[in-house]
């Protein structure tokens, strides 16, 4: 069973930074697509960065901003999030897919960003 876990939300001032992991167990990394997203209030979920063997792709709201790597521990990836804005502002989940099977969502990790 596919299960993920996500750390690292918090408080932070615009322009600070903040680093997500997500704990993975019961996949085979390699295989897939790992992936964050992010919901705001009253908006919908979005990509905000993935991560697959062939390289990495990011949302256009972020790009130069935040970086989504490997972990050095096994099965987990994390998202280093500088420069924060208001805007990112969000509920921030973890999110695994093979191919077209169904994903795997983590329980999300609040981030909150304060003038």
């Known amino acids: 069973q596919v299960q993920l876990v996500e750390s690292g939300g918090g408080l932070v001032q615009a322009g600070g930074s903040l680093r997500l992991s997500c704990a993975a167990s019961?996949?085979?990394?390699?295989?897939?697509?790992m992936a964050w997203y992010r919901q705001a209030p009253g908006k919908q979920r979005v990509m905000v960065a993935r991560?697959?063997?062939?390289?990495?792709t990011y949302a256009d709201s972020v790009k130069g901003r935040f970086t989504i790597s490997s972990g050095s521990a096994k099965n987990t990836v994390s998202l280093q999030m500088n420069s924060l804005k208001l805007e990112d502002t969000a509920v921030y989940y973890c999110?695994?897919?093979?191919?077209?099977?169904?994903?795997?969502w983590g329980q999300g990790t609040q981030v909150t960003v304060s003038s």
């Open positions: 991560i697959t063997s062939g390289g990495t």
């Open positions: 019961g996949i085979i990394f390699s295989i897939g697509t």
């Open positions: 999110n695994f897919r093979v191919g077209t099977s169904p994903p795997t």
